[in-house]
Each structure stands twice: as C-alpha cells, then as structure tokens.
C-alpha cells in the first residue's frame, strides 16, 4: 500500500453537505475512504515491527506483528505468503507448508480475474487489486515448499512439488515471454530432489533446464555445483552423500510511491496533463557475502543461486507500461466523474470531486517483505553418518557476521541433508 498520512480528515461529517450530488461522486468518495481511512497509520509499521523482530531473530514477535496487520480480503495472499516464510524459517515445516498452499490456490483465484472484473483497481487505483504475486513469487513457493518436506524428511512430498513446479513453469513462461522466469533456482533444487527420489532421468532434465535458466537470465554464472551435478550425472555416476546449506540472506526489495507526469490522452475530459502515481523499484541489502560450512575439518564455500532483487527490478521494468496505461485509463474516467459532478453539483461540488478523486490515487507498493534478497547455498561433501555443521557468514569486507552450529546433522549414503538459516541486517547496524 502507498504511504498514507493520516489525520482529522473530517469526510463522513462533509459528506452529508452534498446531499444530491451524482452518484458516481459518492461511489467514488466511499471507495476513496475505504482505501484512504483503515489500517493506514498501521500498515508500514507493522511491517517495519515484523521486519524488525525477525532480523533480531524473534520469530514469534515477527508473527505477532504479521497477525496485527490483519491483512484480508486484496491482501490475504500476502499474509499467507509471509506467514508461511516466517513459520519455515522457525521450523514449523507442516504449518509453513499450510499457508504456502493457501497462497498458491488464492493466486491461482485472482490471477484468473482481469483488472476490469476487479472494478475497484480500476475506479479508484491498483492497491484495491487481490494481490496475486509476481510471477517469480508464484515461482518461488515451491520452492519454499519442496524444502519445508525435504527439512521433514518427506523426499516424496518434495517430488510433487517438483512435478507441479513444472507445469506451472511453464504457463507462466507461455504467459510471460521473459528469460528472468526460468525459474533456474527451483529446478537446480528440483534436480536434488529427483536424485534423492530415485529419478535419474527426471534429475538430469532439470540440471540441463536449470543450466539454460541460468544462462537465459543473464544475472550470475551458472552455479559450479550444478554444473559439477550435470557433468557426473552425464557421466552414470551416483550422488554423493552431502549436506546442502541454504541461506535466505536480508530481505527483498520494496517498493516506494513516485508521481510521473503523462499526457492526457483525451484532454477534453480534464487536464491536460496527468500526475499519477507509479510504484517505484528500492533494492535493499544484501548483508552476507558468503557462507563457509564446515564439518570435521572440511569446509565448503556458498554460491548464489537466486537473485531476487535483479529478478524483481526487471519485472517491474516490464510491468510498468501496462502499470501507467491502466493508471492512465482510470485518470481519464476520474476526470470524466468530475466533469459530471461539476454539472450537476456545481463548482464546489466538482472540487470536492477533484479532490476525492486525486487523493485516491495511490500506487501499489505492496510486496512479499519476508522473500530473501538473495539465496547463498554451500554443499559440502561428508560421509553418511552423523555431523555437526558450522556455517560462518561473512560480509563483504571480509569480516565476520555470525557464527551458527547445526548439531546432528544425519547424512545418508547417496543423500543429501538439507540445512536453512537466514540473516538479516538489525535496523540498527550500518547498511
């Protein structure tokens, strides 16, 4: 949601003074106090208390604030989406699993609406629109998910996933001509997932996939430990037994409110240039460089593997023509109710008009806030058995950032162990 301040606005009492005005004015006065009016004062601080509490670790506080938030309706999605990251990175892998599902079948729901069938997004602005996810968000929950059931123990429960990872894939790609929507990270994960269910062919067609994402996106090499898969794979060698560390490292980008100014394509009907708002892409940090795991004297160093903030700027890029000519259409139709209240209300009428209709005009800025900036992943080969893991976060500079020990790790023969953990910069630390 766009940055709102509120106050003593006094609308319900002004209201009452136009008495016979048209009732466009009024459908238009209501819908602008329901987007202006509820949750406004809350909404980005609950967010920022939610970010807060889990980059100080205190994954229940980061909860309870998402539960503040309250968030229904145009925004449920989003509260599954972030309640299910929340829950994964606590743990709670089956709970997790819960809210990912919910999210999925929502956006599934309103990607299948057209912005006109959601009359509000075009009468007043995008923020009314269900929010159905990104097309790499929609992506990226399988993800998610086929690790909740790997970190379970349940490789079969990953392979449905994987297979369903796969259809979608490829509708998106079919909806969506853009090389960023590979979906390159969830196949390099889907091509362990077959190895560890079995199904060599299965795991070689991703590895070649992932491989081809990689490069079609253009952000980073081509993961050496997915090319070292493909080549053994090619070669009839079996996987080795290993433990696979996985880093959600800071969180993604937001997006801010920015005004542009178009040219009214009809300006008969109103001025004849438009301000309008448009959201506007903001990277944040990305605080950890790299991740050593070590075991026993051994030790492995991370890659990346996924570039969320890079995939997120280049589908806002894309999106952003169709984000103004929507903006445009629905301006041009605000402009059209003013003129009508100007008529049949007079001047004061048409100003108040004017203003319900410019206030209204918001841009949508709401986004995943708890995804990763990036995904660091460290494979480390060991011996089937039981280890003791050690992962060392280190920022740019070189210096480290933290230290986690993972105790009990079991490693199967021919295996691989899966291990998460996230790092976020505190508020308080330089950026």
């Not at 604030?65 to 309706?73: M, Q, T, Y």
């Not at 929507?181 to 997932?193: E, I, K, T």
Request: net charge neutral.
């Amino acid at each position: 949601m766009g940055n709102v301040i509120c106050g003593d606005s006094g609308i319900s009492s002004r209201v009452k003074q136009w008495r016979g005005l048209p009732r466009v004015f009024f459908g238009l006065a209501a819908l602008s106090m329901v987007l202006v009016l509820p949750g406004c004062a809350t909404f980005s601080v609950s967010v920022s208390q939610m970010e807060k509490a889990a980059a100080n670790r205190d994954l229940d506080g980061a909860l309870k604030a998402l539960d503040n938030l309250k968030l229904s309706g145009a925004d449920e999605a989003l509260h599954h989406l972030n309640k299910g990251t929340l829950l994964r990175l606590q743990g709670n892998y089956a709970e997790s699993n819960r809210h990912f599902d919910e999210a999925k079948r929502l956006m599934e729901k309103f990607n299948a609406i057209s912005v006109t069938e959601q009359f509000a997004s075009f009468a007043v602005n995008d923020t009314m629109k269900a929010y159905e996810g990104l097309p790499s968000e929609q992506l990226m929950v399988y993800a998610f998910e086929a690790l909740n059931y790997l970190q379970s123990g349940d490789v079969e429960g990953a392979a449905v996933e994987a297979r369903q990872f796969d259809v979608k894939q490829r509708l998106i790609a079919e909806k969506n001509n853009a090389n960023y929507l590979s979906g390159a990270f969830v196949r390099y994960l889907n091509s362990m997932v077959y190895e560890s269910a079995g199904e060599k062919d299965e795991a070689r067609i991703e590895m070649e996939s992932a491989v081809a994402g990689y490069k079609a996106q253009d952000s980073f090499p081509v993961p050496k430990g997915l090319a070292d898969d493909l080549k053994r794979r090619s070669a009839g060698k079996s996987a080795p037994s290993e433990a696979v560390f996985i880093l959600h490292n800071g969180l993604g980008p937001t997006l801010s409110e920015v005004v542009v100014h178009v040219v009214n394509p009809q300006p008969d009907s109103g001025p004849a240039v438009f301000s309008l708002a448009v959201p506007k892409f903001a990277r944040r940090s990305e605080p950890v460089a790299r991740v050593v795991l070590s075991s026993e004297g051994f030790s492995a160093t991370s890659e990346i593997v996924e570039d969320v903030n890079d995939i997120a700027e280049r589908s806002l890029k894309d999106r952003l023509p169709i984000i103004i000519a929507r903006g445009v259409a629905r301006m041009v139709a605000k402009s059209v109710a003013v003129n009508e209240a100007k008529k049949k209300g007079g001047t004061l009428a048409g100003l108040f008009t004017n203003i319900v209709t410019t206030v209204s005009e918001r841009a949508d800025t709401r986004s995943w806030s708890m995804l990763p900036a990036n995904i660091l992943m460290a494979r480390l080969p060991l011996t089937a058995g039981t280890h003791d893991l050690t992962a060392t976060y280190y920022s740019a500079s070189g210096s480290v950032l933290e230290t986690h020990e993972f105790k009990d790790v079991v490693v199967k023969s021919g295996r691989k162990a899966f291990v998460t953990d996230y790092f976020i910069n505190p508020p308080s630390r330089a950026q």
